[in-house]
């Protein structure tokens, strides 16, 4: 009885910790790190007005030399190690089967999600866009364009591409700007 509850222990002890590193990515590499440039990035896009087009004021506008490239290598180092983790535990001769079944159902869904994301990026690219991040969570979807600024058109396509693959309402998709 003792060993079930070590194993269900470490694993939250390492899921916490993992937590842990992604919040302090996040914190990192968004906003949190760029507040200078959200307010610069705010300021100079204000004075500008374009019909039917979304400005920094209606959307989150970042700034960083190679966002893109350096968050998706961040998520695929995070994925990895994530997979990796759950693969010991379904592994282990020492795991007992609820423990197993637990690490093999995160799994799963590591992959669907990852599935999703690479899907609806591609799918984005395909629309037009330069460039997009997209994370995909149980009642959150945040997709992260390149773009200075998108029209009213756009916005409704991004939604469109987001909601049709995920089934997530509007309400929970959240699009921000990134130069």
Do not use: C
């Not at 500008?48 to 968050?71: R, T």
């Not at 998706?72 to 997979?83: C, F, G, L, Q, V």
């Not at 390149?146 to 939604?159: F, N, P, Q, S, Y």
């Amino acid at each position: 009885m003792k060993n079930k509850n070590i194993g269900r222990y470490l694993l939250l002890a390492g899921l916490i910790v993992l937590l842990g590193g992604v919040a302090y990515l996040n914190f990192a590499l968004g906003a949190g790190a760029n507040q200078d440039a959200l307010k610069d990035a705010s300021a100079s896009v204000s004075g500008q007005e374009v019909d039917g087009a979304l400005s920094a004021g209606d959307l989150a506008v970042m700034s960083s030399d190679n966002y893109f490239g350096d968050y998706k290598a961040n998520r695929e180092s995070t994925r990895n190690t994530e997979i990796a983790y759950l693969d010991s535990i379904i592994t282990n001769e020492k795991s007992d089967a609820e423990t197993m079944k637990d690490a093999q159902d995160q799994k799963i869904e590591i992959v669907r999600r990852m599935e999703s994301e690479l899907k609806i990026e591609g799918l984005l690219v395909a629309a037009g866009f330069d460039d997009a991040i997209v994370t995909v969570q149980q009642g959150s979807v945040n997709v992260v364009l390149k773009a200075k600024e998108i029209t009213k058109e756009e916005a409704a396509k991004v939604l469109e591409i987001v909601r049709n693959e995920t089934g997530e309402p509007a309400k929970n998709i959240k699009v921000i700007l990134q130069e």
